[in-house]
């Protein structure tokens, strides 16, 4: 069964460094997420990914969160200079498309970052 | 506000036993509503899909239903097993103006299921 896949599952990192997470979306989907978990907290949406462009972004996506997707299968998430707030699990999800069903998130099984 | 809130927080019960999880929401204009199980340390996996106008749906030992009118739901768990240990995340999908999709999670109920 097709699956989302994300590079490295655990990270650390020290604060101020840059970070590069890494997925690849399922092949036939369209649309791309990053979400992350910090722990014992909810999921929270942070930038979603269409069309070779980002389609939104919550707050938590500032000038130190960017996104790409270089090669049409790799899908990275970076964070330029990390902060201790950033230590969280990040998810990576595709969707086929936005529809009632077409719109299910396939989540990889995530990146633990920690940042001393 | 959109927002989805979801009893209990936890819940322990033994294996073989049944159990309802509960998610009420304040959400608009709603479009669907879906349950995720969630392992620990692990990505969240879809459990089932409720469309406005369906009232009950079942996957294998998972029966979810929906009240859009009192705007709750309720995942029912059947003869419990060690493995359903996890989170389970009541997740509601709000269709904006020119089809603009959020997601609003839930904080989840996390479950325990001992021997």
């Known amino acids: 069964e097709p699956e989302v896949t994300q590079t490295p599952s655990h990270q650390v990192t020290q604060m101020g460094q840059e970070v590069i997470l890494r997925c690849v979306p399922i092949?036939?989907?369209?649309?791309f997420y990053w979400y992350r978990q910090i722990l014992g907290q909810k999921v929270e949406f942070l930038v979603s990914?269409?069309?070779?462009?980002?389609?939104?972004k919550s707050e938590i996506f500032d000038d130190q969160f960017s996104v790409e997707r270089p090669d049409g299968s790799n899908f990275t998430l970076k964070i330029r200079s990390t902060k201790l707030e950033d230590s969280a699990m990040y998810f990576c999800?595709?969707?086929?498309?936005?529809?009632?069903?077409?719109?299910?998130?396939?989540f990889g099984e995530g990146s633990r970052l920690t940042v001393l | 506000k959109n927002q989805v809130e979801q009893s209990p927080q936890s819940l322990i019960i033994l294996e073989g036993k049944n159990c309802t999880l509960q998610?009420?929401?304040?959400?608009?204009?709603?479009?669907?509503l879906r349950w995720y199980k969630q392992d620990t340390g692990r990505g969240p996996v879809s459990l089932t899909i409720?469309?406005?106008s369906e009232n009950t749906k079942s996957n294998g030992r998972y029966t979810a239903t929906l009240d859009a009118d009192t705007k709750q739901s309720s995942l029912h768990i059947t003869a419990s097993q060690l493995s359903d240990s996890a989170s389970y995340i009541c997740?509601?999908?709000?269709?904006?103006?020119?089809?603009?999709?959020?997601?609003?999670w839930g904080l989840g109920t996390s479950l325990a299921v001992n021997p």
């Open positions: 999800a595709s969707s086929l498309g936005q529809g009632v069903n077409t719109g299910e998130l396939f």
């Open positions: 092949s036939n989907h369209l649309y």
């Open positions: 990914f269409y069309n070779n462009e980002i389609s939104e």
């Open positions: 998610c009420n929401y304040t959400v608009s204009p709603f479009s669907n």
């Open positions: 409720m469309t406005f």
């Open positions: 997740v509601v999908i709000v269709n904006n103006a020119g089809n603009n999709r959020k997601l609003i």
